[in-house]
């Protein structure tokens, strides 16, 4: 059975860069026709999809997110990564990462989920 983890630093301050890594167990990011997604939920909120990365290593945005966003892998160590920048207090979230044979995903009945990560944007 798929695992999924998130990491990376609970705390940013504005203007800076988020990075979040997601390490993958018990299936490869490369098996075929799985795409690899990060989501987030503002407090209060709901799920709100940020772009994914496919097994081929193709990549997707929100648009409302594209030009701050960026999404790539390390297929040695199994992992695909985030980098939000020019982070505000607004990018305040739980991050999840997903697989799911679909590009967009934004319902946590669907696909496999890590159990997300809380990120706060504060000076």
């Known amino acids: 059975q798929v695992q999924l983890v998130e990491s990376g630093p609970g705390l940013v301050e504005p203007s800076q860069t988020l990075s979040l890594t997601c390490t993958v167990s018990?299936?490869?990011?490369?098996?075929?026709?799985?795409?690899w997604s990060w989501i987030r939920q503002p407090p209060g909120k709901g799920l709100e999809w940020m772009g994914a990365?496919?097994?081929?290593?193709?990549?997707s945005y929100s648009p409302s997110l594209k030009s701050r966003t960026s999404i790539s892998r390390d297929t040695s160590k199994n992992q695909f990564t985030l980098q939000l920048s020019s982070v505000t207090p607004e990018d305040t979230a739980v991050y999840y990462c997903a697989r799911d044979r679909r590009w967009v995903i934004n319902d946590r009945r669907i696909g496999s989920w890590g159990q997300g990560t809380q990120v706060t944007v504060s000076s």
């Open positions: 990365i496919s097994w081929i290593g193709s990549t």
């Open positions: 018990g299936d490869s990011i490369t098996t075929n026709y799985y795409y």
